[in-house]
């Protein structure tokens, strides 16, 4: 866990990071044109043999010219290795090609982020998701989820799905060990959970509870597996404070959803949630925290993932330190009966029950 950090740089190392950081952008577009042109796949057949210009742009069908400019470009950034007269793939180009994770990561700031954010600026001073109109005229992303455009949506869902379904294992035995008979999912999105729920357990029954829009997804996926009997809609928008929710549950479940929200709105949500609990009732919420990650790499990418919250989702969430959030379900009258981290890519699970 990430308790606090030294300055890595001394004062000529830091003003080399600074150029980086100036021209990021551009390394950027070029690391992804280099595997979407091919030119990444081109070198990692011929390994540690590489390939000169001329036969990378014979394979590629890229020109001469286009090769050497993307490839010189990648040499300052590590990405491939000059051994004349041949270009070799180096080990960042090979996880930039291979990486399930840095695919899913690309694809979304480049589909989703990156011509939002220009606007962040704009989107810190007003509190509201300034880039949002690069996408679609909105007042949150959740609204238009399902309008989004074609790249967009691809590229949101499958960043989404990557990081929550490696969960599902670990999840469904614990939240199936005492044999819930009913289960609400609030944020339940294209419904992905409460099908896993209904294969894991063929005696339960799950509400989804989620924006009208996204429920239509999310029952037609339920539908599709066979479970329409067992998935029940309660639409429901959970930023309206008199919103109602489902009367009881053995479970309440929230995954990779209070991070969409602000602290206050946060509160008053497990508020509503404590209201409707019973002697025996839990909840769960499961949580990336920046704070709780075994890797750099993966602190890094959720405190960038959470300008996307800032600039794209809605102008005032994000992905929290653990112990501010913990303070939110204190103030909420929930007690966290256990905590446990490092599920799946980094997240958290906390049992909740009321004080």
Avoid at 296 to 316: D, I
Avoid at 328 to 345: C, K, M, S, Y
Wanted: glycine share 6%; with cysteine.
């Amino acid at each position: 866990m990430v308790q606090e950090n030294t300055d890595p740089f001394n004062a000529l190392e830091a003003k080399t990071e600074a150029q980086k950081l100036s021209f990021a952008p551009i390394v950027f577009h070029t690391a992804r044109t280099l595997r979407d042109l091919g030119i990444l796949s081109a070198l990692d057949k011929f390994g540690e043999q590489g390939l000169s210009a001329a036969e990378i742009a014979q394979q590629t069908g890229v020109s001469e010219y286009g090769v050497k400019v993307l490839l010189d470009m990648a040499i300052s950034a590590d990405i491939v290795l000059w051994r004349k007269p041949n270009y070799v793939l180096a080990n960042l180009g090979f996880f930039l090609l291979h990486d399930g994770m840095t695919k899913a990561n690309m694809d979304f700031t480049a589909d989703v982020c990156y011509a939002a954010m220009m606007h962040l600026t704009e989107a810190i001073v007003e509190g509201k998701p300034a880039g949002l109109k690069e996408l679609g005229n909105w007042e949150t992303i959740y609204q238009g989820l399902s309008q989004l455009p074609a790249q967009a949506k691809q590229s949101w869902f499958e960043f989404d799905h990557f990081y929550s379904d490696r969960s599902f294992p670990v999840l469904l035995k614990e939240v199936f060990k005492n044999q819930p008979k009913t289960l609400v999912d609030i944020g339940g999105n294209t419904g992905k959970w409460a099908v896993q729920c209904c294969g894991h357990d063929s005696d339960v029954n799950v509400t989804i509870v989620d924006l009208p829009q996204q429920l239509e997804i999310a029952m037609k996926n339920a539908a599709e597996q066979g479970f329409a009997q067992r998935v029940h809609p309660f639409p429901a928008n959970m930023l309206d404070k008199s919103q109602v929710l489902p009367q009881q549950a053995d479970v309440w479940w929230m995954s990779q959803f209070l991070d969409c929200f602000s602290p206050m709105e946060i509160l008053s949500i497990l508020k509503r949630v404590k209201v409707q609990l019973r002697q025996g009732d839990v909840v769960y919420i499961l949580e990336l925290f920046w704070d709780a990650q075994k890797y750099p790499a993966a602190s890094y990418s959720l405190n960038a993932t959470s300008l996307y919250f800032t600039c794209l989702a809605n102008g005032n969430s994000r992905f929290y330190r653990s112990e501010d959030f913990l303070e939110i379900v204190a103030e909420a009258g929930l007690v966290v009966e256990t905590r446990t981290d490092n599920i799946g890519l980094g997240h958290t699970l906390l049992k909740l029950i009321s004080q």
